[in-house]
Structure formats: structure tokens, C-alpha cells
């Protein structure tokens, strides 16, 4: 295993006894890369692979199966540019079936695959879709095209060239209508202001399942510092409209601060979960478990991006502990059962 002393050193330092170690997990959102994208190797570290996901995996929580998102990892480097994000979905699916040989465990990674496309193609989207079909085998379940933009560039940097008002585009809702036809779910990135456009975008696609990642990504930075609290009820009446759509489901996330891993707030440990910064992070969570019900609703741990904020055992005791007051039945679908559903994840 490629792992460096100093990972070895911060995997010991934030680890701690597993809290309701037999409950069943499925973990909904991670990505794989090797130098793929500098912007989040930075984050993340260089290298995160199967050794690396697999380290995590097996620090004593139940995961049963994980679901890959992607992070433009391992595209083609010849063909078509269209078709050179299907290497992420070969790629994806050669890590998984390396999973499902069991030379490994019991533990299903990349049981399902998320991967991207740029739906603003055209006549060249059918083409995609179905290849990332073909490369998936009964493992691909959707696309992920990232939305994330503000006028302050310091919110999300390069990954945030995009551009505003991409849901709304005429050529990529073009290319958004092939998705239900194929079976094929929306994950949706995108920063808090934006969340309406995606509640115009959903009510326009009812037939296709979609997924909100990262509770929306509430701001606390660049312009947006010191005004969460402000914000918090923009943030919440949005959430409270897209959960009147019954085609989409939320993944769960701390928010720290920032859009997914950038200035976050080191939580060493779980028992920290309501003391960095941490009602109102607590709060977001809740706020969505309410609008959306558990049964639309699943916790992620979005790593390697988190990982410079915990570690993966201390991110999954922090989600047991903020699910302490549910049921036995909410925390299963909190936990595996929604992720299981919505990614159509056939698992032993």
C-alpha cells in the first residue's frame, strides 16, 4: 500500500473507539484519483486509490459498499473529447470489479458509478450516455455535471470556471432530458444562491432522479464570511421548496465553512461535533432529514476531499452521533437504506 508515514501518523491520531459499530453502512459519495486534478489532489492528497480507500474502509465501521462520484479521474487521453470522461467510468468499474473478486473483503467499493458528461453536447450526448452505460455494466447510475459558480472566485477557484446558470441553458437541459429515458440519476453540485435553479430545473425533469450533494453547499467564505447565521434561513427555505419534489434525495454533509473541501474546520474528534462551529453545522443536517424525511435522505462522506478535517472514523461516528434521537428504521435509511434505493445498489 502506497501510504506515507504522515497519513499513517494522522490515521492513528484521529481514530477512536467505533460508536454502534454493527450498524450497516453505505457510503453514497467518494472519489479515486492520481494527480487527476492538482486543485483537489491538494485537498486530498496526491493518491487515492483502492489501498487508500480500502485503509478507511476497514477502520471499524460496518461500510457494506460504497458509491464512486466523479472527479475527472482517469479520462481517455485519445478519441473523441466527448467520450474521454468515459475512461472514468472504465476505470471506476475495473476498481469495483476488483472489489467484487473478494480477494479484498466482504466490502463492495464502486458498487455503484457516477460519472460525468456534458450534457450541453447535443447530438453527441446519446453517444456518451450510452457509453458510460457500456463501460458501467450494471454498475453505472448517473452523471454528475457540476454547477458551482459565484462572483467571488475565491469560493471555488478553477473548479468553478463554469460559468452561472447552468441548469437553466437551453442545451443542457437538451441533453438532461436523455437521462430519464436511459435510467440514468442526476447528481447535482452546486453553491447554496443556486439551489433555485435547480428547484426550476427539478420541477421541469419529475421523472428523473436527482440527487443534491453536500446539503447544497451553504457559504462561509469570501464574501459570504461571517454571515452564515444571515444565511442560514435563505439556505433553509430553499431546501424546504426542493424537498416538495418527490424526484430528489439529499446527501449529508458537515458543512464547514465552504463548499466541499476547501477552509474547512479540523474536527479532530466526533465528541466535537456541536463545538466547531457546530449547532448550526448540526442544524443543516437536521433541517434536510426534516423537509426531505429519512427515507430521502443519506449521510456521505465525500472523501479524500474531507479527509484533511477527519479522519474517516471520526466523520462516521460525528454522523452517529447527530442520528442518536432517530429510529432504528430512520438510521437505516439514514445510513444504507436511501443510498441503496436511489443507486438501485444490489448488494450481498
Known sequence: MHVTKQEK??????????????????????????????????????????????????????VCATVYVEAASMYRADGPSWLRPVGETEFANGV??????????????????????DLRLGEHIQDVLEAHIRAGGDRFRGIRQGAAWDADPSIVGAIGRIGPGLYADRSFRSGFRRLAPL????????????IPDLVDLVRAFPDTQIILDHVGAPLGVGVYSGGRVELF??????????????????????????????????????????????????????????????????????????????SYTVLWNAFKLIARSYSEDEKTALFSGTAQRVYRLSLP
Open 9 to 62: 501518523d494522522t490515521a492513528t491520531e484521529l481514530s477512536e473507539e467505533i460508536l454502534n459499530p454493527t450498524l450497516r453502512i453505505v457510503d453514497p459519495h467518494h472519489h479515486l484519483w492520481d494527480r487527476a486534478i492538482e486543485a483537489l489532489a491538494a485537498l486530498g492528497g496526491s493518491r487515492y486509490l483502492l489501498d487508500e480507500l480500502l485503509m478507511d474502509l476497514d477502520s471499524g465501521h460496518d
Open 96 to 117: 469495483a470489479a476488483m472489489s467484487a473478486s473478494g480477494l479484498y473483503g466482504t466490502r463492495r467499493a464502486c458498487a455503484g458509478i457516477v460519472s460525468h458528461a
Open 183 to 194: 435510467g440514468v440519476s442526476f447528481d447535482a453540485w452546486l453553491l447554496q444562491p443556486q
Open 233 to 310: 434561513p435563505v439556505w433553509k427555505r430553499s431546501i424546504q421548496a426542493l424537498s416538495q419534489c418527490a424526484n430528489v434525495a439529499v446527501k449529508l454533509w458537515r458543512p464547514r465553512h465552504a463548499p466541499s473541501g476547501s477552509c474547512l474546520v479540523p474536527v479532530q474528534h466526533s465528541r466535537n461535533v456541536r463545538a466547531t462551529g457546530s449547532r448550526l453545522e448540526t442544524l443543516y443536517v437536521e433541517t434536510c432529514i426534516e423537509a426531505f424525511g429519512p427515507n430521502r435522505c443519506m449521510f456521505e462522506s465525500n472523501f479524500p476531499v474531507d479527509r484533511g478535517t477527519c
